[in-house]
């Protein structure tokens, strides 16, 4: 997969050069380009906003450096456009489900709004180009873009093949499976007066399995009603109708 992002502060996405995403780009399983937004500007001031028609506070994005960045960024690849997320407070909520989604994709471009945001006509006019997504970390307000690409793109970048160390990790985290995770535990049994649920200690792989779904279950039920009420009720196994 190729991603890229545009910034008009480049520096934000460092922390992309780091850990296992950092790992997967050294190791080609990724390739992940970071543009400064400010390349694209023809002015001597490298001017990227301007005040807002119709009034108002603050200052809005203006169009052609955008145009001019996306444009040199934009792939062809036989035929698909690329995917343009714009994180956005209005945009479509980003969740498990749709990291899986995009990263099937070839190619993934984010672009950064600051100020009170882009000029709408970028992504009219981009919608020709790339496949346009608005895209929300969730319910509350940052300054920018670049905080959600930064959790975008580890969301993503982590289910790419080769990535993560063991895929079956994959498998047992919060949200994989529409619930949360079970709690975990490790050495020693006993700390500070505080223990190991005894069935973990058992050895009873059977039993295990089935505490551990108990607890997504139970965890969801007390932390996410929200999730449950989304959960295919038709996929609950016996298992699972036990663990209710
Ligand atoms: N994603 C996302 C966002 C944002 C966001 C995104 C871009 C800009 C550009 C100016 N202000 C922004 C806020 N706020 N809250 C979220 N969940």
Known sequence: MRIDVVS????????????????ARQDGLLELNVHDLRTFTTDKHRTVDDTPYGGGAGMVM??????????????????????????????ERFNQALAYELAEEKQLVFA????????????????DHFTVRPVSLGDYVLNGGEVAVLAMVEAIGRLLPGVVGNPESLIEESHSDGLLEYPVYTKPSSWRDHEVPEILLSGNHGKIAQWRRHEQFRRTAERRPDLLADFDAGALSRADRNAL
């Open 62 to 91: 203006k169009p052609e450096p955008w145009a001019q960045a996306l444009e040199s960024i934009a792939e062809g690849h036989d035929g698909t456009k690329p995917v343009l997320i714009v994180p956005s407070p209005a945009g």
């Open 8 to 23: 008009i502060f480049p520096e934000y996405l460092a922390p992309l050069e780091l850990s296992l995403i950092g790992k």
């Open 112 to 127: 950064c709004g600051r100020y009170e945001g882009i000029d709408e006509r970028v992504m009219d006019w981009a919608r």
